[in-house]
């Protein structure tokens, strides 16, 4: 009996694994993630990403230590010493004597001024900081980018095996007719080939198409950093609303305030005039306050002799010292002056670079202005030709019916229906991805709608 109630249990827990099992595996079989999802992912994850927030973390610590050298600074030491006289001649120097020596200190030291070396020092991590932050920014901005092409690609190639499908099974039927007209001896052999040949043709497209769908979701999901999972679908709609026209000049001042790598090279300047006015500030005198306690113990093995008898050598002193302390290098063979001339010559470079940058972006928001007012035509034209294709493949297959039309006919309609259908998702997303590229150049980070 008991036996018997052990195995139910048993039975009763296996059961309900599976059935958890069963539950945590349908929940994420029909798993489905939009664009927005699918960058918070690759945000989160990116290795890149990663390391760059390590950096910070980094940079934040080295503003703490150089912050510290505006404190003031507490050494100690402690020493222990045996001195043994081998011979003494003349006058007897009780230092040089057989003795024990203690010595204890402890010095408070705290600069006054270092020639404002300390402060730009302290300045400098803080704007290197800034860099840090603003690399990490600029690799965000590329991998939201890359993401958001990668997506719109990725939609664009369901896209087209719908489209392909769609003509697999329109030639389909017109490999169908052609057979049925030429069986009863309606169109020569030569329409059977020809809709044949465009059938295949077809589902080699359609096989090209699918095979795209795979290369995009692999794709994608290296940008998240994500295992491969047949079990995730990605859906969005391809925006086929076109939002009002941009222009160049406020395009090109919001990149210039925004662009991470502008403000990069821009806080790399500060840097290297920090750079050089820490080079000239050893040019300065140091300054320095010092207070501190002494302690000294000596115990002399034997004890001195006078006219009057023995006397106890020993000795120990205990006292403060306090006072304020100036160095002043004088002369370093040009040491300094050099340094502040190479970051001089490298404060030159920077700029030239940031006119670089600014040159480059220039470019790229003129290219995505003119491709996407290039995309927005197409988008019209291809919806308007999108409707006559159809219209126009319709009117031959009815056409077909009746005897009054041709093999060729038809599939020349079914040509341009396809050609139709293809213009129009890619003329979405061309559309969609010179938005994007526009706003990689601008340096928006939101995430585009649609």
């Known amino acids: ?192 080939l020809q809709a044949s040949v465009d059938l295949a043709d077809a589902k080699d497209q359609l096989g090209v198409a699918a095979n795209n769908v795979n290369r995009e979701r692999v794709a994608l999901f290296s940008l998240m950093d994500q295992p491969m999972d047949s079990g995730i679908r990605f859906f969005n709609e391809l925006n086929h609303t076109v939002k009002e026209e941009l222009f160049f000049e406020p395009s090109l001042q919001y990149a210039f305030k925004n662009r991470p790598d502008i403000k990069s090279l821009e806080y790399q300047l500060d840097i290297a005039k920090k750079e050089a006015k820490i080079a000239m500030g050893k040019y300065l005198p140091v300054v320095r306050f010092d207070i501190g306690y002494y302690d000294q113990d000596k115990d002399y093995e034997n004890q001195g002799t006078s006219f009057t008898g023995s006397y106890d050598r020993d000795q120990r002193n205990r006292y403060w010292s306090t006072g304020i302390y100036a160095t002043w290098d004088m002369f370093d063979g040009g040491r300094a002056w050099y340094g502040k001339e190479k970051y001089t010559s490298e404060a030159g470079k920077l700029k030239a670079l940031i006119k670089q940058a600014q040159n480059m972006i220039s470019t790229g928001i003129r290219k995505a202005l003119y491709s996407m007012s290039e995309a927005r035509q197409r988008i019209t034209s291809s919806a308007d030709a999108l409707i006559a294709a159809r219209e126009y493949y319709t009117r031959e297959e009815k056409r077909l019916r009746a005897g009054i039309s041709t093999i060729p006919s038809l599939l020349d309609a079914q040509g341009r229906l396809l050609r139709a259908q293809t213009n129009k998702t890619r003329a979405i997303l061309d559309y969609q991805v010179a938005k994007s590229e526009l706003k990689l150049m601008k340096g928006e980070k939101k995430v585009q709608e649609g």
């Open 1 to 192: 009996m008991r036996n018997n109630n052990l195995l139910k249990y048993f039975i009763h827990y296996i059961t309900l694994v599976l059935v958890l099992i069963l539950a945590y595996s349908s929940g994420f079989a029909g798993q489905t993630m939009t664009l927005s999802q699918c960058l918070e992912t690759g945000i989160k994850n990116n290795p890149s990403l990663n390391a760059s927030r390590f950096s910070l973390t980094a940079a934040g610590h080295d503003i703490k230590a150089a912050r510290a050298d505006f404190l003031p600074s507490i050494s100690s030491s402690y020493s222990v010493n045996r001195l043994a006289s081998l011979s003494e001649k003349g006058p007897v120097e009780t230092d040089y004597l057989d003795q024990d020596i203690r010595t204890f200190n402890i010095k408070l030291t705290q600069i006054l001024y270092a020639g404002s070396r300390i402060v730009n020092t302290y300045e400098k991590a803080k704007i290197r900081e800034q860099v840090v932050r603003a690399e990490m920014d600029l690799e965000k901005l590329e991998l939201i980018y890359n993401i958001e092409t990668t997506f719109y690609k990725l939609m664009k190639a369901k896209e087209d095996v719908i489209t392909a499908e769609e003509s697999v099974n329109r030639l389909m039927e017109s490999v169908k007719s052609a057979r049925a007209f030429f069986q009863k001896e309606l169109v020569p052999y030569v329409d059977v």
